[in-house]
């Protein structure tokens, strides 16, 4: 009997002495990383890692767009994706930009589309994607289901975040695309 | 698509093998519970490209060779 409570104290005291203890490491490291409960750790950044994430993102890219799109990627920087809802209106699709929606025939811009695809599955990697899956994410949304698409992002008026100058300038680039892959 | 690691293979198999579809099944749905959609890439004989959002596994194509997952979009995250 005695025996068994002895073992019971010493589980007691073990419990207490391990919580005690993560107690202390976690008050200590509040007191090294000042605020650290307010502002959650940041990712480290590893070029080396994103740049290889790139790299695969871009095939897989490359891979589900075809050829041409490829090509329209690499040359000018974005994607254009001609919209489903009704003729002559289409978006630029830019990594981890606004989609900018424009009138095809005038080049009137029309509106930017704030949407993002935030992944927070792993801390330890942050939670935005390699540029190449941003574009791909846009563009399989746009294709695949537009309308639920637009219907999450946050609509503005041109200008908000993308200088509607660059997307005219973009705009010119990509006419000139086309002639010359129709040529 | 994840971040910091680009694409990663998640499951593959044969529908036409009983284990393998129910293996591929499994998978689908746990990443549909973890808020994630779906699409499968299609492309027609004039080269043109496309994605079909599936939001069940029965909506995939017989002859699809895959299906990506990715994050749900979000307003205001650019």
Known sequence: ?183 | MKPGHGDVLLAEGDVDIVADEERLVAEFRRQLDEGMWAAVPTSDAAGRHEAEMVRDFSDIPRGAERVIFFPRAAGGCC
């Open chain 1, 1 to 183: 009997m005695s025996l068994g409570f002895a073992a019971f104290c010493g589980a007691i005291l073990g419990l207490l002495s391990l919580a005690f203890g993560a107690e202390r490491r976690v008050r200590s490291r509040r007191r090294v990383a000042g605020l650290n409960h307010l502002h959650p750790r940041q990712p480290e950044f590893d070029p080396l890692r994103e740049q290889r994430a790139e790299e695969k993102a871009a095939e897989l890219l490359r891979s589900v767009i075809g050829e041409k799109n490829w090509g329209m990627y690499c040359q000018l920087g974005f994607l254009r994706v001609r919209g489903g809802q009704s003729d002559g209106y289409a978006y630029l699709v830019y990594p981890h930009r606004p989609l900018v929606a424009y009138d095809e025939s005038s080049g009137e811009l029309l509106n930017e589309y704030c949407v993002g695809f935030p992944d927070g599955s792993d801390p330890e990697f942050g939670t935005r994607l390699p540029d190449s899956d941003d574009v791909l994410a846009k563009w399989m949304a746009l294709t695949g289901d537009e309308r639920s698409l637009i219907a999450d992002a946050n609509i503005h008026l041109p200008g908000r975040q993308v200088d509607p100058e660059q997307v005219r300038r973009d705009l010119r680039r990509l006419r000139h695309w086309d002639e010359r892959s129709i040529t």
